[in-house]
Nanobody, 121 residues
Framework: QVHLEEPGGGAVQAGGSRRLSCVTVISVVKVSSMGWYRQAPGTPREFIAT???????DYSDSVRGRFTISRDNAKNTVYLQMNNLNPGATAVYSCNAVLQLASWRLPGEYWGRGTPVTVVS
């Protein structure tokens, strides 16, 4: 069952910008932290950014100052604005969220399927 969908991937020119979205497509009681990771071919998955429910954010040093995470709590959606992209940012970007699906269930960690971003020079 799909819990998170990530529209917004695709090809972008080096130096350009792209905004990714992560939409919670399942009914939930609560959404806690939401964040982004990426994985380039042949490399381990890398943390990019996270946002807690109260808006506290954190970034990896590799994207700090160029990427911005934001969220719309009313829509249970998190965004990743990526600016000044370089070919090194080419990867599959995946959304991660802590969701509570029902009041009687404990929160759990869920992943989107990932969306590819290709930066071409």
């Amino acid at each position: 069952q799909v819990h998170l969908e990530e529209p917004g991937g695709g090809a972008v020119q080096a130096g350009g910008s792209r905004r990714l979205s992560c939409v919670t497509v399942i009914s939930v009681v609560k959404v806690s932290s939401m964040g982004w990771y990426r994985q380039a071919p042949g490399t381990p998955r890398e943390f990019i950014a996270t946002s807690t429910a109260d808006g506290t954010t954190d970034y990896s040093d590799s994207v700090r100052g160029r990427f911005t995470i934001s969220r719309d709590n009313a829509k249970n959606t998190v965004y990743l604005q990526m600016n000044n992209l370089n070919p090194g940012a080419t990867a599959v970007y995946s959304c991660n969220a802590v969701l509570q699906l029902a009041s009687w269930r404990l929160p759990g960690e869920y992943w989107g399927r990932g969306t590819p971003v290709t930066v071409v020079s």
